[in-house]
Structure formats: C-alpha cells, structure tokens
C-alpha cells in the first residue's frame, strides 16, 4: 500500500476499500484505520496532478472553453442556495473570498447582495467566461499565491478540497489567509450519504473522501471551530460553516472507522436501485433534463443582463474622478 500517512491524523495503518474507480480504471482506495478517513492508496504529488489536469483539461473542454448554460444555470442556482444559508450567519458587509471559483457565479451572487467579493479561479475557460460575460472579480490563480495576510472575511471552498492533495495544508493555508474572526465555508460530496454506490463512488480526481466526522476533524485540527452543519447528515453535499478558532487540537472520532466502513459495505448497487425513490426520481430527471435545456439559455441570458445593469450602476455611483479614470 503505497499512502505512508494519513493527512489527517498521520495514522499509517491503511485497508483497501476499492480497487477500481467509478469508470472501471484502476484505482485504489484505502481508509485509515485510525480516523477512517478515505484516500487514494498513491496519493499523487504535485506534478502528477498538475499533468492530470493539463490532460484532463483538454479532453474534457475540447472545443467548449466556455461553459454551457445549463452549466451556468445550476452554479448560479447553486450559488443563490448558497448565498441563502449563509446569509443568516454573516454580516451584511463581510468581504468574500472563493477559491476555485469555477464560473464565479457565488461570487456573483454574493456581489449582487451587497458584498464585496472576489474569486480565483484556475481553469481558463471558465475563469474568461467568469470575467467577460458575468463581470465578476475571479481572477486566474492558484491558493497557493494568495498572501497568508489575515486579512479575509469570509473565504469559500465549494468542490474543490476532494481534490488536494493534502487537505490539512490547504485548510492550514486557508486559516492563514483568515482574519481571527473570519468565517470559512466549505462544501463537498459526502461519502456517507445513503444509497452512493459504490461503484460510483471513486473518481481519480477526489483524492479524499469525507464523512462529516472526518471533514470536522480535519478543520478542527486546522484551527477552525464548526459553526453550522447544513442539510442532514446523508445529504449528497457537506455543508459547513467554519469559525477560526486558536486549538489546533486532534481529536479523532472513534466511531468514524467503523461507521464509514458500515457505509461502504452497505453501498451496493442493489441498495442502490432499491431506494423508494428511484423509479420516480428517474423519470422526474429525465423530465426535468428536458426542461432545464429549455429554460437554461432564457436563465443565463437574464442573468448576464442582470450582471451588466449591476455593473452599469455601480459605474455611475462611482466617483467622477474614478469614471473618468475607468
Ligand atoms: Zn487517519
């Protein structure tokens, strides 16, 4: 087994809990035994994903550097969700900060809401699409580059920590980045959501995997304090709002082995296709693809609209000296 230390507890006593990945290529999957968190057995080095990306990247947007509009549609649904359950928590002058921005379309939303906010995002297509159709503040870049200054408010991570390499360093970096008391929210696929198959579960591009006792664990041991949880425990996504907190403290949930391996094992393809709701929710999502195709162009197209009047007013509130300057 090649994984010498768990990122999360540098335990090093390692099962393997899958060999294939969700199309069928190889892939390990191991899980700590010690904190149960789930991992790749080669956990890649900065190069190897670098290439994977570089490869990735031009199979999966050949000939499509910008983003469909049903694409958009859901990232800019997603962010009006998002948006909506951190309202209540936050203040309504909070800057914010999202890395891996994606279409930037959460920091779009969180603009048209009175926040100053600002993204960085490193895929070029959509990082172009992002600036020039929704006039938005993302900006191309890595986290990696952004100075450790204290300084944020409120800093978003939404689909994009499955994909480190070292979680613990980005959450690190991430508190870093992060005024004493700024607020960090993060979001991604659960592992311990009911009825995720198993074969579907694995993808080369989530190097870890979490439950929401794993993912608090981790953030915890990084400086954070978990404020809020939203949705439930088996929701598809974990949503967490995170204050900063000065214990970097590990403490290891003995029951996250144990219940993660009862998900596995109970993630069968049977289980799978037995949920009540799947016949319905198959003809529900055919119906609903659809019409989402039907209603994403008009969306994205009041939207952009939306984006450019923002735009035009902010322009004529601004100064005389700035206009002119602009
Ligand atoms: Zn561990």
Redesign the pocket.
């Known amino acids: 087994m090649g994984q010498k230390q768990?990122?999360?507890?540098?335990?090093t006593e390692f099962e393997q809990i899958g060999t294939r990945d969700r199309h069928h290529q190889p892939l390990e999957t191991v899980i700590?035994?010690?904190?149960?968190?789930v991992a790749h057995g080669q956990i890649p080095s900065d190069e190897e994903l670098a290439r994977y990306y570089a490869t990735e990247y031009r199979q999966s947007y050949h000939g499509e550097m910008t983003p469909s509009d049903r694409r958009v549609m859901r990232a800019w649904k997603n962010g009006e969700r998002i948006f909506g359950q951190l309202q209540p928590h936050i203040e309504p002058d909070m800057e914010v900060f999202e890395g891996g921005a994606g279409i930037g379309c959460t920091v779009k939303v969180f603009e048209l809401n009175g926040h100053a906010s600002r993204g960085i995002e490193p895929g070029e297509g959509f990082q172009n699409y992002s600036q020039q159709q929704l006039l938005t503040n993302v900006v191309r870049g890595d986290l990696f580059e952004q100075p450790r200054d204290k300084s944020h408010e409120l800093i978003l991570l939404v689909h994009v920590i499955e994909h480190f390499n070292s979680p613990r360093k980005a959450l690190e970096y991430i508190r870093g980045m992060l005024s004493d008391d700024g607020l960090f929210y993060v979001e991604c696929p659960n592992i311990a959501a009911p009825f995720a198959r198993r074969s579907k579960m694995f993808h080369y591009a989530h190097i870890h995997n979490f439950t929401p006792a794993?993912l608090k664990m981790l953030a915890e041991s990084c400086g954070f304090k978990l404020e809020v949880q939203f949705g439930s425990q088996e929701d598809p996504n974990l949503q967490m709002l995170f204050s900063c907190s000065d214990s970097t403290e590990l403490t290891?949930d003995p029951d996250n082995?144990r219940e993660t391996m009862q998900v596995i094992n109970g993630a069968t393809p049977l289980r799978y296709h037995l949920r009540p709701y799947y016949f319905s929710s198959r003809a529900t999502k055919v119906a609903s693809y659809l019409k989402e195709h039907l209603t994403a162009k008009q969306f994205v197209a009041n939207a952009i609209q939306e984006c450019q009047k923002f735009a035009a007013e902010q322009q004529d509130e601004a100064p005389e000296s700035l206009r002119s300057a602009a």
Not at 32 to 37: I, M, V, Y
């Open positions: 768990c990122d999360l507890c540098a335990g700590c035994k010690t904190c149960g968190l794993s290891i082995y």
